[in-house]
Nanobody
Framework: VQLQASGGGLVQAGGSLRLSCTAS????????MGWFRQAPGKEREFVAA????????NYAGSVKGRFAASRDDGKNTVYLQMNSLKSEDTAVYYC??????????????????WGQGTLVTVSS
């Protein structure tokens, strides 16, 4: 599976962005999908995950209530709607195919494949 993320950019604090991640290849295996991010000088961290039906989602505490993951399997695309953005949300965002879904924080070891990153910069 190849994952292509897009939608990053520069936004003012309080603004919104929607990231997209489009898959190609063996898309029938895309049961669980996730988003991670890496801020400058920090380790990559879990942001959000969504299960195969889109019914269940999981979010890091720092983004809960502000970010929303969704998916459109007809388009082989998952989305991350980011609202009320803060300067601390500035990071490179990565979409990922996950081996499993969990209601707990999902580690990088759960990632089956990574997409390339897309940079989100939030100006204060």
């Amino acid at each position: 599976v190849q994952l292509q993320a897009s939608g990053g950019g520069l936004v003012q604090a309080g603004g919104s962005l929607r990231l997209s991640c489009t898959a190609s290849g063996r898309t029938s295996t895309l049961y669980y999908m996730g988003w991670f991010r890496q801020a400058p000088g920090k380790e990559r961290e879990f942001v959000a995950a969504i299960n195969w039906s889109g019914r269940f989602t999981n979010y890091a505490g720092s983004v809960k209530g502000r970010f929303a993951a969704s998916r459109d399997d007809g388009k082989n695309t998952v989305y991350l709607q980011m609202n009320s953005l803060k300067s601390e949300d500035t990071a490179v965002y990565y979409c990922a195919q996950l081996r499993y879904f969990s209601s707990d924080e999902i580690p990088e070891s759960a990632v089956e494949s990574w997409g390339q990153g897309t940079l989100v910069t939030v100006s204060s």
